[in-house]
């Protein structure tokens, strides 16, 4: 019985250790109230009034909503793929039509994306 | 036994996240806390052997969504947008909305004593080591009586993308303006 479980009490340490790690992190390196400054770290600190600031580049928020639609296509990707194998028999062209219209219009996205420049890092 | 223990420490991790999610006052803490609860919640997915929904929770939101959330919180300023919202002058709308919840939450668990398992708990149900996988069957269904809304996804993909990229250069114009 314990062995069908493994896997599961693994990754149960794992979110444990994960939740500890999160709760002694937040306790011991940054301040909870971000009206205090001082405790903040300097990419979280606001301004001084009437000092700028230089605004951030939106590159890597680009780049991190890229790989989240990378994810939701792999997440179609992985259940097309477990359906493959019965296609087989007699619906191969099915099979690859239904995949390649999804994947080739978000390819074309992709594409579109790298001629904008988008994921030149800069 | 062990089932049930690994469900409630799941559990456990994933209220207590959550609860520490919307009461940190610091969005950083906010996000990890989220991260936390989405991956316990991964862990009762793990539990049911529902590999895909696990996989689409640890890819998608533990690592994506999370990831995105942490990238806005380190574009704006948390500072500015602490000051510009204040909970304390809305706590009677939110004490509102918590009644609202509570009362449907009753409701939910009356009428769920009607349906035929005989509540929320249904008792002598098949473990779950001794259920099908359920990939095959929704697959199925996602490329048989969903093929449409499927192809229709690509398209919505497209346009958040489109949509992402332009945003940001209007951004950036801006902030160079």
Same mark, same amino acid.
């Given at each position: ?122 | ?21 919307? !009461? ?21 997915? #793990? ?53 609202? #919840? ?22 002598? !149900? ?27 996804? !690509?398209?919505?993909? #497209? ?19």
């Amino acid at each position: 019985m314990f062995r069908a479980h493994i896997a599961i009490v693994i990754y149960a340490l794992f979110v444990l250790f994960f939740a500890a790690l999160t709760l002694f992190i937040t306790k011991r390196f940054a301040s909870e109230s971000p009206g205090d400054p001082a405790g903040l770290l300097p990419e979280e600190a606001a301004p001084a009034e009437g000092e700028g600031r230089d605004l951030r580049s939106t590159r890597p928020y680009l780049l991190v909503l890229l790989i989240v639609f990378v994810g939701v296509e792999s997440t179609f990707l992985i259940l097309w793929a477990r359906l493959y194998r019965t296609w087989f028999d007699g619906h191969l062209a099915f099979a690859f039509s239904s995949m390649f219209v999804f994947a080739g219009l978000v390819f074309l996205g992709h594409i579109w994306i790298h001629k904008k420049g988008a994921l030149h890092w800069e | 036994m062990l089932d049930s223990l690994l469900f409630y420490c799941f559990a456990g991790v994933a209220v207590l996240g959550a609860v520490l999610t919307i !009461s940190r006052r610091n969005p950083m803490h906010a996000a990890f806390f989220l991260t936390t609860t989405l991956l316990a919640t991964g862990g009762i997915f #793990l539990e049911l052997r529902a590999g895909v929904l696990f996989r689409t929770q640890i890819i998608l939101y533990a690592g994506g969504v999370t990831a995105l959330f942490v990238s806005v919180l380190l574009l704006v300023r948390s500072g500015d947008a602490v000051r510009q919202v204040r909970f304390g002058v809305k706590k009677q709308m939110a004490t509102a909305v918590a009644v609202a #919840l509570g009362f449907e939450l009753i409701v939910v668990l009356f009428l769920a004593r009607r349906l035929p398992g005989g509540g929320l708990l249904v008792r002598g !149900s098949a473990p779950v080591d001794q259920l099908p996988p359920n990939a095959v069957a929704m697959a199925t269904s996602l490329f048989g009586d969903y093929l449409l809304p499927f192809e229709m996804t !690509s398209v919505l993909l #497209l346009v958040a993308m489109v949509g992402a990229v332009v945003m940001a250069k209007n951004r950036k114009r801006h902030e160079r303006s």
